[in-house]
């Protein structure tokens, strides 16, 4: 049986919590920007699994806020790695009819990396293939803060606020929820990313690392979230 066939359930939007470069490169002797070079250069084989298995919507995370507290010069080389990343790619997104959407803030970011960033969101944005949200300087607290901000200078009044007029002030404004969020490395915890659009996501952990994450491993994802019941906190009839 083909490995489409047997996932009764596709997911519509994917987030993935990309860790453990640091640790691949040390498994492999390696400096840690080793392994932040490797984890970029694996999205492209991912991209190509999601739109193979129909995915619609891929969200990664790519920088937080909180990584800013990382050391200087790790910080720098991602961003070097990053510009490289914007500069390479664009084109071959463009290309596959990807939507390229940044999630974040800018504040902070060289206006070198904001230029590039902006030239590929303009480049990309009639595209109608696969969603692709790269949340870079992104924390799920200050999304939410920053939503609630801009509510305030709208003059929106507490009896007007509902859950959906809120999700129109935040970074995913116009998309649905994640459906399924997976995380690498092993770890159980979503570490401030997109808690508010995630309250009802399932949600799926490797040991594997990002950079060895592959259509194998999505594929076991994505198997893993078929077989569950989403309930919504309703009680199954019966």
Known sequence: MDKQESLVTIPQHVGIIMDGNGRWAREHGLPRLEGHRAGTENMRRVLEACSEFGIKILTIYAFSTENWGRPQAEVRGLMRI?????????????????????????????????????????????????????????????????????????????????????????????????????????????SNFLIWQAAYAEYYSTPTYWPDFDKEELYKALLAYSQRERRFGLLREG
């Open 82 to 190: 990053l510009e490289e990343v914007v500069d390479r790619e664009v084109q071959n997104l463009h290309k596959n009819g990807v939507q390229l959407r940044h999630i974040g803030r800018l504040e902070g970011i060289s206006q070198r990396l904001q230029r590039a960033m902006r030239d590929a969101l303009e480049l990309t944005k009639e595209n109608d293939g696969l969603i692709l949200n790269v949340a870079f300087n992104y924390g799920g607290r200050s999304e939410i803060l920053d939503a609630v901000r801009r509510l305030m200078g709208d003059g929106i009044s507490p009896q007007e606020l509902s859950e959906e007029l809120f999700e129109r002030y935040l970074y995913t404004a116009g998309l649905p929820p994640p459906d399924l969020i997976i995380r690498t490395g092993g770890e159980m915890r979503l």
